[in-house]
């Protein structure tokens, strides 16, 4: 995951809150996505979409548990 997907993450969770993810499991192409995103004020560009794509579409994302996003999302607040 890229410095610059990471920090559109912090964006997301700090607008929506911590089940930002709930918001995007039904998301299926970029432009979804980047829909979804716009409702929050949060400009995605084709490569951070086509990156958050591949991994919300990957087995593991769906392996990914609620306490694993939070640690990512903690991480993030430290850099």
Do not use: N, P, R, Y
């Amino acid at each position: 995951m890229t410095k610059a997907l990471m920090s559109t993450i912090k964006q997301i969770e700090d607008k929506v809150g911590k089940d930002w993810i709930d918001q995007f499991s039904s998301i299926k192409t970029t432009e979804e996505l980047k829909k979804q995103a716009e409702k929050w004020d949060v400009d995605l560009t084709d490569e951070l979409a086509d990156e958050a794509l591949s991994l919300l579409s990957s087995d593991q994302a769906g392996e990914m548990s609620e306490d694993d996003l939070a640690a990512i999302a903690v991480g993030l607040s430290f850099k």
